[in-house]
């Protein structure tokens, strides 16, 4: 039996042809790129940091230092080690320090953590006034802050305590959440309020 080649050479060229087809793909492929590992460390960190924000009028609105500052670009969020935040407004201002701050992307909220202490100086129409919490949220554009966390409030010889607060205008106006317990020591006529 004699095979008639001229029959072959159809299949012959068809199995080049897939050959060559698949050694093309091969060669030619781009090969998936590998999933990126996802970073849950920070991508920078500052040591010694001093952050000055100013107002539309160019007065120095706040001044924001720091031991460490870490940025996780995962969230967006930065995280302060020792934070102490000295915010001026036009007739007062306002100290706040913590061991802890996270800041919101943007700087719309800061959350402060682990002894947080906020304090203004008296002036010649008020006496001095601290508050202390384990924790504080600040809006610093909106000047408002609050907590869920239980609050001892002085403001000259009186004192109060709350399981919570909210304020406004940074202390303007004061809103104490919860059980509250107040001593509040008879005034004198002509001390400051």
Not at 67 to 74: D, Q, S, Y
């Amino acid at each position: 039996m004699q095979l008639d080649t001229w029959r072959i050479y159809p299949v012959i060229a068809l199995a080049a042809l897939a050959g060559g087809s698949i050694w093309l793909e091969r060669i030619t492929r781009v090969d998936e790129p590998l999933a990126q590992a996802v970073q849950t460390g920070p991508d920078f960190i500052a040591e010694a940091t001093r952050v000055t924000g100013f107002g539309a009028d160019g007065r120095q609105r706040y001044e924001l230092l720091a031991e460490r500052l870490e940025h996780f670009p995962a969230d967006d969020t930065t995280r302060l080690h020792m934070p102490r935040l000295h915010m001026q407004q036009v007739d007062s201002e306002t100290f706040i320090t913590a061991r802890r701050a996270d800041v919101s992307p943007g700087g719309e909220q800061v959350d402060l953590s682990g002894e947080v202490r906020v304090r203004r100086p008296g002036t010649a129409d008020a006496l001095p006034l601290t508050l202390d919490s384990d924790t504080l949220s600040v809006w610093p554009d909106a000047h408002r802050a609050q907590t869920d966390s239980p609050v001892l409030l002085t403001r000259g010889a009186g004192r109060a305590t709350a399981q919570g607060m909210r304020a406004d205008d940074l202390f303007g106006t004061l809103e104490l959440i919860g059980e509250v317990k107040t001593h509040m020591p008879p005034r004198r006529q002509g001390s400051p309020s």
